[in-house]
């Protein structure tokens, strides 16, 4: 949810090689919290509730229906486009579901809370819902689009209309272009003037001269709330029109800028963790820039340019990073050393790759952090460490003098394949559930070249070695089974 209005108004560029990469960190509301805000600021929301319990949808339903037959919506609340086409870990199907009395909506909210919805922008695992919304169901004559963020392109706040709204604006973008429009506004205006707020309003398909000052009207409030809570997106698919005229924000969609977060405190203590993936919440308070990924070799790197060539390298040697981590220029020994415990401790890693380029983050400080966690925790997979800039040679000597196993490499091409080597070794060690030790020659500790080379050359001779295990064990147990068979 929300990504479409960013693509569509190139906004935030997109990594092919991370895949979900951003330059800042957005808080993400969930639907009944992001219509709360609204409705704070006079816009108009569908009325719900949201509830944590069977027993409060019941409640709820009821109050929505007043005694009499209503339609009632009750949908799950979790942080996941495609909820509706979703389905829940106990094989329930949809997390949208249009309910004909308070018992249906009740018995329908009892089957999501406590379960996991899949959706395509969840992955296998789903993510918990904890919540659900309670609302009353809407008829629509017109369903819209609305959409602002900010565009990389006009260098500002941009608005994004469609008059075809209800559905993926990407789709709408793809099969009918002329369908979506985009309004640069002035970043200097702190309200938005009548003229470009119907300007925006005919933008959506409206002709009715009641219809376009309703909406004109709801789009004022709604940049007021983009202005004023710091917002990077706010998002409504749909904006509806009833058959008695009124506009209503039916869906709504909120990212907010991390840093802004001092001054939106009420707003930021909204964040829900439990939807968020476990080592990114843990690298956030620590102010770590980590996002994690689906590969096998860890990655500690200063600066966002370093951290992309980083990953590039190591696919280019066939391996796959586990995770973006940037500690930036300006870490701690302690945000270094929580770092890399972090990465110690995915169960995914099989290899750990850091990447340094000192300038205004010194190697030193790096190799300390580095040096402080392995003093306390139990390294369980191979170190790689690439040091090069300011402080190297008072980082390299601190690593030599600890008396670690870390491999060290002068250049990232050198250290991106011996990572991957490595990370092949313990992978493969793993799948026999044999553990591997690693130890680095005295001279490759002196820093010899020939040692370097001569280390890789090893490393790739365990790769063979335990594919030999490997196979001989298969061949060991086929030997054994026969000749039980044959007694």
Excluded at 68 to 91: H, P, S
Excluded at 306 to 323: E, F, Q, R, V, Y
């Amino acid at each position: 949810r929300g990504r479409g209005a960013r693509v569509v108004a190139g906004g935030v560029a997109q990594s092919a090689r991370v895949g979900q990469t951003r330059s800042v960190r957005w808080l993400n509301l969930h639907e009944y919290q992001a219509q709360q805000l609204m409705r704070d600021m006079g816009i108009a929301v569908p009325r719900g509730t949201a509830v944590s319990s069977k027993e409060e949808a019941l409640s709820a339903a009821r109050s929505l229906a007043n005694g009499a037959r209503a339609d009632i919506v009750v949908k799950a609340q979790v942080l996941a486009g495609g909820r509706g086409l979703g389905t829940f870990a106990n094989g329930f199907k949809s997390g949208v579901h249009v309910c004909y009395s308070a018992e249906d909506a009740a018995a329908v909210a009892g089957r999501m809370l406590g379960q996991r919805l899949i959706t395509k922008q969840t992955g296998a695992e789903g993510r918990p819902c904890a919540t659900v919304l309670v609302t009353e169901r809407l008829f629509m004559r017109r369903e819209m689009y609305l959409a602002m963020t900010y565009d990389r392109e006009s260098q500002g706040p941009v608005v994004v209309a469609s008059s075809k709204g209800g559905t993926s604006i990407e789709d709408t973008a793809r099969d009918d272009p002329e369908a979506v429009v985009k309004i640069p506004l002035d970043i200097s205006m702190t309200s938005m003037p009548d003229e470009v707020a119907k300007k925006i309003a005919g933008a959506l398909g409206l002709t009715d001269e009641s219809a376009i000052g309703a909406a004109a009207t709801q789009v004022q409030k709604l940049y007021k709330l983009f202005r004023e809570k710091d917002a990077t997106m706010v998002e409504v698919n749909p904006l509806v029109e009833t058959p008695a005229g009124e506009i209503v924000c039916v869906d709504a969609k909120i990212n907010f800028d991390d840093n802004a977060a001092f001054r939106q405190q009420t707003v930021h203590a909204m964040r829900d963790t439990s939807q968020e993936d476990p080592r990114e919440v843990r690298a956030s308070a620590a102010d770590l820039n980590y996002i994690g990924l689906d590969g096998n070799i860890g990655c500690l790197v200063n600066g966002a340019g370093l951290a992309m060539a980083t990953m590039d390298i190591i696919k280019l040697h066939g391996g796959s990073p586990a995770n973006f981590l940037d500690v930036g220029g300006s870490a701690t020994e302690s945000q270094v050393t929580e770092a890399f415990t972090l990465l110690n401790e995915d169960p995914k890693v099989e290899a750990i790759l850091v990447n340094i380029f000192g300038g205004i983050m010194r190697c030193d400080i790096i190799a300390q952090g580095i040096i402080n966690a392995a003093k306390v925790i139990n390294m369980r997979v191979p170190l790689v460490v690439r040091l090069q800039g300011n402080q190297v040679q008072v980082a390299k000597k601190l690593i030599v003098e600890s008396g670690l196993r870390i491999i060290s490499a002068d250049d990232l091409d050198d250290a991106a394949r011996k990572a991957c080597v490595l990370a092949q070794v313990t992978h493969l060690a793993n799948e026999i559930n044999v553990d591997v030790a690693f130890s680095v020659p005295p001279l490759l500790r002196k820093g010899a070249r020939s040692c370097l080379h001569a280390y890789a050359v090893t490393a790739a001779s365990w790769i063979r070695i335990v594919q030999a295990l490997l196979a001989l064990c298969i061949i060991v147990g086929d030997s054994r089974r026969h000749k039980l068979d044959s007694a």
